[in-house]
Structure formats: structure tokens, C-alpha cells
């Protein structure tokens, strides 16, 4: 095989993961979007995404917007250099929102749940929170996409852990669904 094709090859499975990367940021912050619309016209459709589900809470909604637009603007090939600050921004947003929501899960409840939404959020029988292990995928989720694009390899094994640590508590969730194990799923 001649260096030439080789490198087209390596160029096509880089732009092919690209494009993949962008779908899944595209799919990713419209799914924020979205539940942030059903909370606004109060659709239980579009706020709890799966039929029979629970409403997702509005500050999800919000981290999975910035993980989205984090993961989108760090392929950015525009302005380099301020689309990776915006990126890095979008991601920190997410690691506090999870680190707030894990403190409040702890003691220090600080009520971020329930800033937007305010008096819907309150009417409901059981509180709309975030998940304890959706504000640990969060947490995972910001601390990888702040390691994207780095250049030095401890950080790049240290987001590839990261994320694989994120897919394994992705697997028992989505494991706790599949079952009814309500103790997989939430608190």
C-alpha cells in the first residue's frame, strides 16, 4: 500500500469521527432545547423526552445545551482559539452545575434545581430534581470535553478514562431502565 493512500484513509476516518462527533453535539444540545421548550409551553411530551419517563429537570436540560455546544465548538475550525475558550467555558458550566447538584445531594442543597421553572417545579407531588448519577455523568462529561484537543498524552488518557468511565455509569443507568431497578435509575 502506498503512503498516499494510507494517508487518505487516516483523513477519511478522521473526517468520518468528525462528522459523527458533530451529530452527536447537534443531537445532544437539541435535546436541551427541546425539553427547555416543553417546560416553557408546559408539553409533558417534549419535558420527558421517552413516554412514561419522568419530566426531565430543567438544569439538565441546561447541562446537556452546554455539553452539546461545548462538543460542537471544540471541532470548530473557525476562530481556533475562541471557539476552544468557548468550549472550555460551556464545559465548566457543566462540572459546576454537576458539582452543585452532587453538594446539594450532600447537604448543602443550594435549590439550583429549582431556579427556572419555579412554580411548576414545586407543584408536582415528587420533587423534579437531578439524578445523582446523572450529575456524576455530568461531572465526567465536563471534566472529558475540558480535555478535548489537548496536546499532552497524560491528558488525553486521563479524557479517554474519563469517558470510559462515563459510558460504564451510562450502562448501569440505561441497566436500571431496562430492569425497573429504581435504585440503578435515581435516588
Given at each position: 500500500?502506498?503512503?498516499?493512500k494510507?494517508d487518505?484513509?487516516?483523513?477519511?476516518?478522521?473526517?468520518?469521527?468528525?462528522?459523527?462527533?458533530?451529530?452527536?453535539?447537534?443531537?445532544?444540545?437539541?435535546?436541551?432545547?427541546?425539553?427547555?421548550?416543553?417546560?416553557?409551553?408546559?408539553?409533558?411530551?417534549?419535558?420527558?423526552?421517552?413516554?412514561?419517563?419522568?419530566?426531565?429537570?430543567?438544569?439538565?436540560?441546561?447541562?446537556?445545551?452546554?455539553?452539546?455546544?461545548?462538543?460542537?465548538?471544540?471541532?470548530?475550525?473557525?476562530?481556533?482559539?475562541?471557539?476552544?475558550?468557548?468550549?472550555?467555558?460551556?464545559?465548566?458550566?457543566?462540572?459546576?452545575?454537576?458539582?452543585?447538584?452532587?453538594?446539594?445531594y450532600?447537604?448543602?442543597?443550594?435549590?439550583?434545581?429549582?431556579?427556572?421553572?419555579?412554580?411548576?417545579?414545586?407543584?408536582?407531588p415528587?420533587?423534579?430534581?437531578?439524578?445523582?448519577?446523572?450529575?456524576?455523568?455530568?461531572?465526567?462529561?465536563?471534566?472529558?470535553l475540558?480535555?478535548l484537543g489537548?496536546?499532552?498524552?497524560?491528558?488525553?488518557?486521563?479524557?479517554?478514562?474519563?469517558?470510559?468511565?462515563?459510558?460504564?455509569?451510562?450502562?448501569?443507568?440505561l441497566?436500571?431502565?431496562?430492569?425497573?431497578?429504581?435504585?440503578?435509575?435515581?435516588?
Open positions: 500500500m502506498t503512503p498516499h494510507v487518505s484513509r487516516v483523513d477519511l476516518r478522521a473526517e468520518r469521527l468528525e462528522t459523527s462527533a458533530r451529530f452527536i453535539a447537534a443531537g445532544v444540545a437539541t435535546l436541551g432545547v427541546l425539553v427547555l421548550l416543553g417546560w416553557a409551553v408546559d408539553s409533558r411530551t417534549l419535558k420527558s423526552v421517552v413516554p412514561g419517563l419522568v419530566a426531565m429537570n430543567p438544569l439538565t436540560a441546561i447541562a446537556f445545551l452546554l455539553a452539546g455546544g461545548s462538543l460542537w465548538l471544540s471541532l470548530a475550525r473557525f476562530d481556533a482559539t475562541q471557539a476552544r475558550r468557548l468550549a472550555a467555558a460551556c464545559a465548566g458550566a457543566v462540572v459546576i452545575l454537576a458539582v452543585l447538584r452532587i453538594l446539594g450532600m447537604g448543602t442543597d443550594l435549590g439550583i434545581d429549582r431556579v427556572l421553572f419555579f412554580g411548576r417545579l414545586d407543584a408536582q415528587i420533587p423534579n430534581r437531578m439524578a445523582p448519577n446523572t450529575a456524576a455523568a455530568f461531572l465526567l462529561a465536563g471534566l472529558a475540558l480535555g489537548s496536546k499532552a498524552r497524560w491528558m488525553r488518557g486521563a479524557t479517554q478514562f474519563l469517558t470510559f468511565l462515563l459510558l460504564a455509569l451510562a450502562m448501569v443507568t441497566s436500571g431502565y431496562a430492569y425497573s431497578a429504581g435504585g440503578l435509575v435515581q435516588v
